[in-house]
């Protein structure tokens, strides 16, 4: 009496599984038109009715190998519906549950709790049951559970038996099929999921893991052994351009360059989205000093960061299990990330105005600035972080003086100032933080390093409002500009702590302090030298060069100076010296904004020389 | 506290067991929208007080929050985020009231509606498209951002981006969610710089950004010193978060790379984040942050100028702490009203924020009621579970909207709270802001005042003037009666000579003797119209009108106006002078009478005095020397003018024509016409002594003299009728005088003593008179000063006091003979008219010429004027 009733209910649980089995691959045929989102509701709909079925079966009938091969398929459902929705604990749970009734329908003691022992002994004990395959099925998502919570190991241990996996279960599954042919209304219940293709993209992601996860342990070679291996295998598009593309990463890091470009070109190829291959071969251009190349692999990245599909690729079609819930170990995501379409966009613009490209430049540059205030920005993780935004305003300001649109770039500078200036402090110390220090002092060092920063943006703004006036060729209002900068770093006591090379330390704010101080005293003393005012001129010069010795302006202008004002022989030694620094020093590190100005008076170096020959005589006579 | 706070209760729902902390929101127009915490959402019409609908969600409700529009209603249950059009609900409401049951509509909310399906939604925010949501997973906050479509009723949210902040574990929070169960709500609010342009969602409906308790506009130097330059350089807004477990996060919305960073933590659970004015500056935006934690901790959060360093301005955390527990609160522009469940209390945060540096500054003075001011007051309203955000009624009381533990709505009323605050200390460059605006407005003020002022002069001025037109206008109505009026008008004439032309001038003066002040506005009307006119004139009243406006005559003085009169010989006199006052309206009103067209002519018209030009007053008399000339010479004037010469010889030969009939025209000598007066001597002496008494001491003397001198001279100079002639200043102390009337002729007046009596009577019975006898060849000028002759002694006659009746036989002989005369006179004209009106053998002239015989007859022998 009651083994009818168990059956009975069983029947009942099978016809509704029948049920929503059939809606679900409904569903997902239909897929392609039907959003994500309400793609994802769907999912947890199923979800949430297999729960249900599967509650009722675990409370309801006893662990009978009758009835095993139904509930087992069940529980594939409920759990890979579960894992679909990245809700991987309560997969893992279900399938602990069913694997204990596995056990008990079998009869054995309980086994061992290592994984790769349970599963062997449990395949072991089922090994002649009808239920065997229905246990593999369980294994392969055990496999997908382990691959997702990056338990590399494990699965290292277990791989043979894993991959082996394909091959019992294909031959199986055509035993299966058979039957299904047989008659359609046979008991044997639907799964969501082929195991099959299960398996197969088990079997890619797990090598993409690995290889991911021997590349950032130093073992190039080997991890490039296994991605070759998985670039064989049948695979989404997606991920066998993972695989060229981890290829090309491992060649890179074999300081293989020219053949890791090969490979992210393959994996571009392959999968139009893989970005991160733009992305690294664009690395790689930089590393090669190939500056064109590097600029129109920024300008490809930024335009196909902004496709629509490129961020969110979507869900292909008959998978129910996206690549993305296995692949989630942290190296690999290091090596798939991408910079946001706003840092490509402003690396791109940099470049530009770095290498002559001013116009192009200034446009990129106004478009980051256009897309900062539109209203879709909100609060992207950007990774590496873009400049702050005063920065980003006093580079563009910059570009837009350097390409001579000296109103648009006092335009930018007056924002800047505007929004600082009520916040700048009366004065302030500096003090270079010790490594140490630096932890303990936390919220109130912040602070004091955010006025820091904000005095040098208010300094460099008004240093371009400077430039702008020089280029205007309006002194008066030019010295104005410059002295504004002048006063405002001259509120900044510098506290010695350390060595002295704090200086030449590029970046820090002492650098940054050191570099508005000399160029503003330059630009003022340039301003002085052409209202005819010498001496002003030459104080404020020296000055310049004590605090900025790198300044090829200021030294020009120096000795231009000291010519006037007839002291010809320092003036001929001023730009020897100022000439044999030029040769020396770079400014590739500083931001546009702290170069030296394009668009001021320029002194005509051939013409200086002349004039140094022409002394060379009277010298010697 | 002195007021009381009136409680409203608008209606009572029970309500047992929630799950979440309650609220009640304002929204769609006057609907509240009361969240219990259940599955219900009533919809409670303030307007009509009562309940309209109930909105059964699938889940307990635990946040509401209605678009920018107030159009779309979003409501976080435990099943995800649903979305109700106000559209929707107002057809159900409107076809429930159709039904005319009083019971609320139930609204069944069903998963069609579903927004967002995120479980565990404990909090909402709209910011422009953006939906937020707050959600508590195991041991974090997941503050997810959606993509709001405008339309959203249907379709579904697209999710942006989504932040975990870890979630502080906190013994208060887990002690006390074991015992209650009920889930705190956390503290969602959308922070705005002031300076910042408004929401573009929200600047696309018509109206200005309403801000609501969870919109704030902070003001710009304290948004960039809590938030950062790069949220205000990308104007960005800022989403401040008060969590349960006490930290208070934010992030800004529309900037990219941001993540939520902790501004500050309670250490207890954030109850309520608003912001406050509390500096009483219109600056449309708020001066400071207030977060209220459960157990009554309150941190203030304001611009500190001067930081610790010397160094410009720094955010200031000023932490306080209130007697707790406090369940729910809601700020206002400067308080902070919040109810601890047994008690509802005010706080206010001016007071507050600024005690310490009030004490600092003048400590004896206000330390006391900064004292009285710190400490929260009561308003003795209990058990108040959720506030509205408060709103001031046209009185200015801040009313706040209520819900009850028991479920009742209430409205509390509070009472009004004087104004005594002192000043309060701004941060420097806000000072040179508020400073200008005040000057600003000052000047405004000063402007609008003078106006106003200048408005109340003019019309007092014109009360004042109309006041004085009044007075005088009954005065004249009152005196046009009576002889002696205050105001009139006196003229003098006067000859002159212009261009070769004599004219008559009349100077006419307006004497103002009245205590009030002719003003601006009046205007001296002169009428001269002829008392006699040519019948060439047609008819009508030859009248000619002068008019002299004038700007003010004060008490006592008087107005001279000249006016011409006549030239010579062109008028006929006696002439009527009528003078009058008129003011006219428009003048009073000045320019705004222009507005009124029926104004323009209305005008009150007072009359003056009546003044006569006689032939007397227009006589030019000649010296004797020039009365010489004239007696030999007549016609032959001096050479120069020969033309006017001509001109009158030709006149005279005309009227001498006229005059004396066919027949005397060729004669070189014209015929002399003549009349006179006798006047009683004694009467004339009488008369002249009364007259000269009050006016020349030596007069007298002189007068009696000569009487019939003198009585030529008063007749010639005396100011009849108020008007005198110009000619004073002469002496005629003459018994003949030649003079020329206004017509051109030659007059002669004689006066002379004549004894009248009868021969019969004896000696003692005749009277001495004064006999004055006009001649001239021209009967008009006869008769003119004739006529003139007797109204003045008419007037004399009036003047002088009655006599006995000594002289009653003279009278009486007098009377017969002058009866006898006009007896014979009478026989001789009905003879005339007789032959006249049979036409027997007389012509026309013939009858003309008796009929001036008559005429002459009259006129030449005199009644004696006793």
Request: glycine content about 8%.
């Given at each position: 009496?009651?083994?009818?009733?168990w059956?009975?209910t069983l029947?009942?649980v099978v016809?509704?599984q029948?049920?929503?089995?059939?809606?679900?691959?409904?569903?997902?045929?239909?897929?392609?038109?039907?959003?994500?989102?309400?793609?994802?509701?769907?999912?947890?709909?199923?979800?949430?009715?297999?729960?249900?079925l599967s509650r009722k079966i675990q409370g309801g009938i006893p662990p009978l190998v009758d009835h095993a091969q139904s509930e087992l398929t069940v529980v594939y459902n409920t759990?890979?519906?579960?894992?679909?929705?990245?809700?991987?604990?309560?997969?893992?749970?279900l399938?602990?549950q069913a694997t204990?009734r596995v056990?008990q329908m079998?009869?054995?003691?309980?086994?061992?709790?290592?994984?790769?022992?349970?599963?062997?002994?449990?395949?072991?004990?089922?090994?002649?049951?009808?239920f065997?395959?229905s246990v593999?099925h369980l294994?392969?998502?055990?496999?997908?559970?382990?691959?997702?919570?990056?338990?590399?190991?494990?699965?290292?241990?277990?791989?043979?038996?894993?991959?082996?996996?394909?091959?019992?279960?294909?031959?199986?599954?055509?035993?299966?099929?058979?039957?299904?042919?047989?008659?359609?209304?046979?008991?044997?219940p639907?799964?969501?999921?082929?195991?099959?293709?299960?398996?197969?993209?088990?079997?890619?992601?797990?090598?993409?893991?690995?290889?991911?996860?021997?590349?950032?342990?130093?073992?190039?070679?080997?991890?490039?052994?296994?991605?070759?291996?998985?670039?064989?295998?049948?695979?989404?598009?997606?991920?066998?351009?993972?695989?060229?593309?981890?290829?090309?990463?491992?060649?890179?890091?074999?300081?293989?360059?020219?053949?890791?470009?090969?490979?992210?070109?393959?994996?571009?190829?392959?999968?139009?989205?893989?970005?991160?291959?733009?992305?690294?071969?664009?690395?790689?251009?930089?590393?090669?000093?190939?500056?064109?190349?590097?600029?129109?692999?920024?300008?490809?990245?930024?335009?196909?960061?902004?496709?629509?599909?490129?961020?969110?690729?979507?869900?292909?079609?008959?998978?129910?299990?996206?690549?993305?819930?296995?692949?989630?170990?942290?190296?690999?995501?290091?090596?798939?990330?991408?910079?946001?379409?706003?840092?490509?966009?402003?690396?791109?613009?940099?470049?530009?105005?770095?290498?002559?490209?001013?116009?192009?430049?200034?446009?990129?540059?106004?478009?980051?600035?256009?897309?900062?205030?539109?209203?879709?920005?909100?609060?992207?993780?950007?990774?590496?972080?873009?400049?702050?935004?005063?920065?980003?305003?006093?580079?563009?300001?910059?570009?837009?003086?350097?390409?001579?649109?000296?109103?648009?770039?006092?335009?930018?500078?007056?924002?800047?100032?505007?929004?600082?200036?009520?916040?700048?402090?009366?004065?302030?110390?500096?003090?270079?933080?010790?490594?140490?220090?630096?932890?303990?002092?936390?919220?109130?060092?912040?602070?004091?390093?955010?006025?820091?920063?904000?005095?040098?943006?208010?300094?460099?703004?008004?240093?371009?409002?400077?430039?702008?006036?020089?280029?205007?060729?309006?002194?008066?209002?030019?010295?104005?500009?410059?002295?504004?900068?002048?006063?405002?770093?001259?509120?900044?006591?510098?506290?010695?702590?350390?060595?002295?090379?704090?200086?030449?330390?590029?970046?820090?704010?002492?650098?940054?302090?050191?570099?508005?101080?000399?160029?503003?005293?330059?630009?003022?003393?340039?301003?002085?030298?052409?209202?005819?005012?010498?001496?002003?001129?030459?104080?404020?010069?020296?000055?310049?060069?004590?605090?900025?010795?790198?300044?090829?302006?200021?030294?020009?202008?120096?000795?231009?100076?000291?010519?006037?004002?007839?002291?010809?022989?320092?003036?001929?030694?001023?730009?020897?010296?100022?000439?044999?620094?030029?040769?020396?020093?770079?400014?590739?590190?500083?931001?546009?904004?702290?170069?030296?100005?394009?668009?001021?008076?320029?002194?005509?170096?051939?013409?200086?020389?002349?004039?140094?020959?022409?002394?060379?005589?009277?010298?010697?006579? | 506290?002195?007021?009381?706070?009136?409680?409203?209760?608008?209606?009572?729902?029970?309500?047992?067991?929630?799950?979440?902390?309650?609220?009640?929101?304002?929204?769609?127009?006057?609907?509240?929208?009361?969240?219990?915490?259940?599955?219900?959402?009533?919809?409670?019409?303030?307007?009509?007080?009562?309940?309209?609908?109930?909105?059964?969600?699938?889940?307990?409700?635990?946040?509401?929050?209605?678009?920018?529009?107030?159009?779309?209603?979003?409501?976080?249950?435990?099943?995800?985020?649903?979305?109700?059009?106000?559209?929707?609900?107002?057809?159900?409401?409107?076809?429930?009231?159709?039904?005319?049951?009083?019971?609320?509509?139930?609204?069944?909310?069903?998963?069609?509606?579903?927004?967002?399906?995120?479980?565990?939604?404990?909090?909402?925010?709209?910011?422009?498209?953006?939906?937020?949501?707050?959600?508590?997973?195991?041991?974090?906050?997941?503050?997810?951002?959606?993509?709001?479509?405008?339309?959203?009723?249907?379709?579904?949210?697209?999710?942006?981006?989504?932040?975990?902040?870890?979630?502080?574990?906190?013994?208060?929070?887990?002690?006390?969610?074991?015992?209650?169960?009920?889930?705190?709500?956390?503290?969602?609010?959308?922070?705005?710089?002031?300076?910042?342009?408004?929401?573009?969602?929200?600047?696309?409906?018509?109206?200005?950004?309403?801000?609501?308790?969870?919109?704030?506009?902070?003001?710009?130097?304290?948004?960039?010193?809590?938030?950062?330059?790069?949220?205000?350089?990308?104007?960005?807004?800022?989403?401040?978060?008060?969590?349960?477990?006490?930290?208070?996060?934010?992030?800004?919305?529309?900037?990219?790379?941001?993540?939520?960073?902790?501004?500050?933590?309670?250490?207890?659970?954030?109850?309520?984040?608003?912001?406050?004015?509390?500096?009483?500056?219109?600056?449309?935006?708020?001066?400071?942050?207030?977060?209220?934690?459960?157990?009554?901790?309150?941190?203030?959060?304001?611009?500190?100028?001067?930081?610790?360093?010397?160094?410009?301005?720094?955010?200031?955390?000023?932490?306080?702490?209130?007697?707790?527990?406090?369940?729910?609160?809601?700020?206002?522009?400067?308080?902070?009203?919040?109810?601890?469940?047994?008690?509802?209390?005010?706080?206010?945060?001016?007071?507050?924020?600024?005690?310490?540096?009030?004490?600092?500054?003048?400590?004896?003075?206000?330390?006391?009621?900064?004292?009285?001011?710190?400490?929260?007051?009561?308003?003795?309203?209990?058990?108040?579970?959720?506030?509205?955000?408060?709103?001031?009624?046209?009185?200015?009381?801040?009313?706040?909207?209520?819900?009850?533990?028991?479920?009742?709505?209430?409205?509390?009323?509070?009472?009004?709270?004087?104004?005594?605050?002192?000043?309060?200390?701004?941060?420097?460059?806000?000072?040179?802001?508020?400073?200008?605006?005040?000057?600003?407005?000052?000047?405004?003020?000063?402007?609008?005042?003078?106006?106003?002022?200048?408005?109340?002069?003019?019309?007092?001025?014109?009360?004042?003037?109309?006041?004085?037109?009044?007075?005088?206008?009954?005065?004249?109505?009152?005196?046009?009666?009576?002889?002696?009026?205050?105001?009139?008008?006196?003229?003098?004439?006067?000859?002159?000579?212009?261009?070769?032309?004599?004219?008559?001038?009349?100077?006419?003066?307006?004497?103002?003797?009245?205590?009030?002040?002719?003003?601006?506005?009046?205007?001296?009307?002169?009428?001269?119209?002829?008392?006699?006119?040519?019948?060439?004139?047609?008819?009508?009243?030859?009248?000619?009108?002068?008019?002299?406006?004038?700007?003010?005559?004060?008490?006592?003085?008087?107005?001279?106006?000249?006016?011409?009169?006549?030239?010579?010989?062109?008028?006929?006199?006696?002439?009527?002078?009528?003078?009058?006052?008129?003011?006219?309206?428009?003048?009073?009103?000045?320019?705004?009478?222009?507005?009124?067209?029926?104004?323009?002519?209305?005008?009150?018209?007072?009359?003056?005095?009546?003044?006569?030009?006689?032939?007397?007053?227009?006589?030019?008399?000649?010296?004797?020397?020039?009365?010489?000339?004239?007696?030999?010479?007549?016609?032959?004037?001096?050479?120069?003018?020969?033309?006017?010469?001509?001109?009158?010889?030709?006149?005279?030969?005309?009227?001498?024509?006229?005059?004396?009939?066919?027949?005397?025209?060729?004669?070189?000598?014209?015929?002399?016409?003549?009349?006179?007066?006798?006047?009683?001597?004694?009467?004339?002496?009488?008369?002249?002594?009364?007259?000269?008494?009050?006016?020349?001491?030596?007069?007298?003397?002189?007068?009696?003299?000569?009487?019939?001198?003198?009585?030529?001279?008063?007749?010639?100079?005396?100011?009849?009728?108020?008007?005198?002639?110009?000619?004073?200043?002469?002496?005629?102390?003459?018994?003949?005088?030649?003079?020329?009337?206004?017509?051109?002729?030659?007059?002669?007046?004689?006066?002379?003593?004549?004894?009248?009596?009868?021969?019969?009577?004896?000696?003692?019975?005749?009277?001495?008179?004064?006999?004055?006898?006009?001649?001239?060849?021209?009967?008009?000028?006869?008769?003119?000063?004739?006529?003139?002759?007797?109204?003045?002694?008419?007037?004399?006659?009036?003047?002088?006091?009655?006599?006995?009746?000594?002289?009653?036989?003279?009278?009486?002989?007098?009377?017969?003979?002058?009866?006898?005369?006009?007896?014979?006179?009478?026989?001789?004209?009905?003879?005339?008219?007789?032959?006249?009106?049979?036409?027997?053998?007389?012509?026309?002239?013939?009858?003309?010429?008796?009929?001036?015989?008559?005429?002459?007859?009259?006129?030449?022998?005199?009644?004696?004027?006793?």
């Amino acid at each position: 009496m009651c083994q009818y009733w168990w059956s009975f209910t069983l029947c009942t649980v099978v016809t509704f599984q029948f049920a929503f089995t059939f809606l679900f691959q409904q569903q997902e045929r239909g897929a392609e038109a039907v959003s994500h989102n309400q793609n994802q509701t769907h999912q947890r709909w199923c979800l949430s009715e297999f729960h249900k079925l599967s509650r009722k079966i675990q409370g309801g009938i006893p662990p009978l190998v009758d009835h095993a091969q139904s509930e087992l398929t069940v529980v594939y459902n409920t759990c890979l519906c579960s894992a679909a929705l990245s809700q991987l604990s309560e997969a893992e749970l279900l399938l602990s549950q069913a694997t204990e009734r596995v056990i008990q329908m079998t009869g054995d003691d309980p086994i061992s709790s290592d994984p790769p022992a349970f599963w062997r002994t449990l395949l072991k004990s089922v090994g002649n049951t009808t239920f065997n395959s229905s246990v593999q099925h369980l294994l392969c998502l055990q496999w997908a559970l382990w691959l997702a919570k990056c338990q590399l190991k494990t699965i290292q241990e277990f791989q043979d038996e894993l991959f082996s996996l394909s091959e019992t279960l294909s031959t199986e599954l055509g035993d299966d099929k058979r039957s299904s042919e047989r008659g359609k209304s046979s008991d044997i219940p639907l799964l969501v999921m082929d195991p099959r293709r299960l398996i197969e993209l088990l079997q890619t992601c797990t090598f993409i893991a690995q290889g991911a996860e021997r590349l950032s342990e130093g073992q190039s070679s080997e991890a490039l052994s296994g991605l070759q291996k998985a670039s064989s295998l049948p695979a989404p598009r997606m991920l066998l351009a993972y695989t060229h593309h981890l290829s090309g990463c491992c060649l890179a890091s074999m300081s293989c360059p020219q053949m890791a470009l090969q490979c992210y070109r393959k994996a571009v190829e392959t999968d139009s989205r893989c970005v991160c291959a733009l992305y690294q071969s664009l690395l790689i251009y930089r590393e090669l000093g190939n500056t064109q190349a590097e600029i129109q692999a920024l300008r490809l990245l930024h335009s196909s960061l902004l496709l629509p599909s490129a961020t969110e690729p979507p869900l292909a079609g008959a998978a129910l299990l996206s690549p993305s819930v296995l692949l989630c170990s942290q190296s690999l995501n290091r090596l798939l990330s991408v910079p946001s379409a706003l840092s490509v966009l402003h690396s791109l613009a940099q470049k530009c105005v770095l290498y002559g490209r001013v116009s192009e430049g200034v446009e990129y540059y106004l478009d980051l600035l256009a897309a900062l205030h539109s209203d879709d920005q909100h609060g992207v993780h950007e990774d590496p972080p873009l400049p702050r935004l005063p920065e980003l305003y006093l580079e563009a300001g910059a570009a837009l003086l350097t390409a001579r649109r000296p109103a648009d770039c006092m335009a930018l500078c007056d924002e800047v100032v505007g929004t600082t200036l009520e916040l700048l402090p009366e004065k302030l110390v500096l003090e270079e933080p010790e490594e140490t220090s630096e932890i303990e002092t936390g919220a109130v060092g912040a602070e004091g390093e955010d006025r820091m920063r904000m005095l040098l943006w208010t300094g460099a703004a008004y240093l371009l409002q400077g430039h702008c006036h020089t280029h205007l060729r309006d002194w008066k209002q030019a010295v104005t500009h410059y002295t504004r900068c002048i006063n405002l770093l001259v509120k900044v006591h510098f506290k010695k702590k350390g060595d002295a090379d704090m200086v030449g330390k590029q970046g820090t704010n002492l650098c940054i302090l050191q570099r508005l101080k000399g160029l503003s005293l330059a630009g003022r003393g340039i301003s002085f030298s052409q209202t005819d005012q010498l001496r002003e001129a030459l104080r404020d010069l020296h000055l310049s060069l004590q605090a900025a010795p790198d300044c090829v302006g200021a030294g020009l202008w120096c000795g231009e100076v000291l010519w006037r004002l007839g002291r010809r022989q320092e003036a001929a030694a001023c730009w020897e010296k100022t000439w044999s620094f030029t040769a020396q020093s770079s400014v590739e590190g500083l931001r546009l904004y702290l170069q030296e100005p394009q668009t001021g008076p320029l002194l005509d170096s051939t013409e200086l020389q002349h004039r140094i020959q022409e002394l060379g005589p009277t010298l010697s006579a | 506290m002195e007021g009381r706070c009136a409680v409203e209760t608008w209606a009572e729902f029970g309500f047992s067991g929630t799950s979440c902390t309650p609220k009640v929101q304002l929204g769609f127009g006057t609907d509240v929208f009361i969240c219990t915490g259940s599955d219900e959402v009533y919809v409670f019409s303030a307007k009509e007080r009562k309940l309209t609908a109930v909105l059964q969600f699938p889940g307990p409700v635990s946040d509401l929050v209605e678009s920018h529009d107030k159009q779309v209603l979003f409501a976080a249950c435990m099943s995800g985020v649903y979305c109700v059009s106000s559209q929707f609900l107002l057809s159900r409401v409107q076809s429930s009231l159709a039904d005319a049951s009083s019971s609320p509509s139930e609204l069944k909310i069903s998963s069609e509606f579903l927004l967002v399906p995120e479980e565990g939604v404990l909090s909402l925010l709209l910011v422009g498209s953006v939906l937020l949501t707050l959600s508590q997973r195991d041991t974090s906050w997941i503050l997810t951002l959606y993509n709001c479509p405008k339309q959203s009723a249907s379709s579904s949210c697209e999710s942006l981006t989504s932040f975990s902040l870890p979630l502080v574990s906190s013994v208060v929070q887990d002690d006390d969610e074991g015992k209650t169960g009920v889930r705190r709500r956390p503290v969602l609010i959308c922070v705005c710089s002031g300076d910042a342009t408004p929401l573009p969602s929200s600047s696309t409906s018509s109206s200005e950004v309403t801000l609501t308790d969870r919109h704030i506009r902070l003001e710009p130097v304290l948004f960039k010193l809590l938030f950062g330059v790069d949220a205000a350089l990308a104007k960005s807004p800022v989403i401040l978060c008060g969590l349960p477990d006490g930290c208070l996060c934010f992030l800004p919305v529309r900037l990219a790379g941001s993540r939520p960073r902790v501004l500050h933590n309670l250490e207890q659970p954030v109850v309520f984040v608003g912001a406050s004015a509390v500096m009483k500056m219109g600056l449309g935006h708020a001066q400071c942050l207030v977060a209220v934690g459960e157990l009554g901790r309150v941190v203030l959060i304001k611009t500190d100028k001067g930081g610790p360093e010397g160094g410009g301005n720094t955010a200031g955390f000023t932490e306080r702490c209130v007697p707790g527990p406090v369940v729910c609160g809601c700020v206002d522009k400067n308080c902070l009203y919040y109810s601890t469940g047994s008690d509802l209390l005010r706080l206010d945060l001016s007071e507050g924020l600024f005690g310490q540096e009030g004490q600092e500054r003048n400590e004896e003075t206000s330390s006391k009621t900064d004292a009285a001011r710190q400490s929260p007051t009561s308003l003795s309203v209990c058990r108040v579970v959720a506030l509205a955000e408060p709103a001031h009624n046209p009185a200015g009381e801040v009313e706040l909207l209520g819900l009850s533990v028991r479920g009742q709505i209430q409205r509390i009323t509070l009472p009004l709270e004087k104004e005594d605050t002192g000043l309060s200390k701004m941060p420097s460059t806000q000072v040179g802001r508020s400073v200008r605006d005040l000057l600003s407005a000052i000047g405004d003020v000063c402007d609008r005042a003078s106006m106003l002022k200048t408005g109340i002069k003019s019309k007092n001025q014109i009360l004042k003037h109309l006041n004085q037109v009044l007075n005088i206008s009954f005065l004249l109505v009152a005196g046009t009666n009576s002889e002696e009026n205050l105001i009139r008008c006196h003229a003098t004439t006067k000859w002159s000579r212009l261009l070769q032309k004599d004219s008559l001038n009349l100077t006419c003066v307006l004497d103002n003797s009245s205590p009030y002040v002719l003003e601006h506005g009046w205007t001296l009307s002169v009428t001269v119209f002829p008392l006699s006119y040519p019948p060439s004139a047609g008819g009508e009243s030859p009248s000619t009108n002068f008019s002299f406006p004038f700007h003010s005559l004060p008490a006592g003085e008087s107005l001279e106006v000249s006016l011409p009169l006549a030239a010579a010989g062109v008028a006929s006199f006696p002439m009527t002078v009528s003078c009058s006052l008129i003011f006219s309206l428009s003048s009073l009103l000045g320019e705004e009478a222009a507005n009124f067209k029926g104004l323009q002519c209305s005008c009150i018209s007072l009359p003056l005095n009546t003044l006569t030009v006689d032939w007397l007053h227009a006589l030019q008399v000649s010296s004797p020397i020039d009365a010489q000339k004239m007696a030999t010479s007549q016609c032959n004037n001096t050479a120069t003018d020969t033309i006017q010469t001509f001109l009158n010889s030709r006149r005279i030969k005309c009227s001498g024509r006229g005059e004396g009939g066919g027949e005397n025209a060729s004669k070189p000598k014209r015929e002399q016409f003549s009349a006179s007066v006798r006047v009683l001597s004694e009467l004339v002496r009488d008369m002249l002594v009364v007259k000269s008494s009050d006016e020349d001491p030596q007069g007298p003397k002189l007068a009696l003299q000569n009487v019939h001198v003198s009585l030529l001279e008063w007749l010639l100079s005396e100011g009849f009728g108020g008007v005198r002639t110009g000619h004073q200043g002469d002496k005629m102390s003459r018994s003949v005088i030649h003079a020329r009337g206004p017509n051109g002729h030659t007059v002669k007046l004689t006066a002379k003593e004549v004894n009248v009596g009868e021969e019969s009577v004896g000696k003692e019975e005749s009277l001495t008179t004064v006999e004055v006898q006009v001649e001239s060849s021209s009967i008009a000028a006869v008769c003119g000063l004739h006529h003139a002759m007797l109204r003045r002694v008419q007037t004399l006659l009036q003047r002088v006091p009655e006599r006995a009746a000594s002289t009653k036989s003279i009278r009486s002989l007098g009377l017969r003979r002058a009866l006898q005369r006009a007896e014979h006179l009478l026989q001789q004209i009905q003879q005339i008219r007789v032959s006249g009106a049979f036409g027997v053998g007389a012509s026309t002239g013939q009858m003309t010429r008796s009929l001036l015989a008559v005429y002459r007859e009259l006129r030449e022998n005199p009644l004696l004027i006793i």
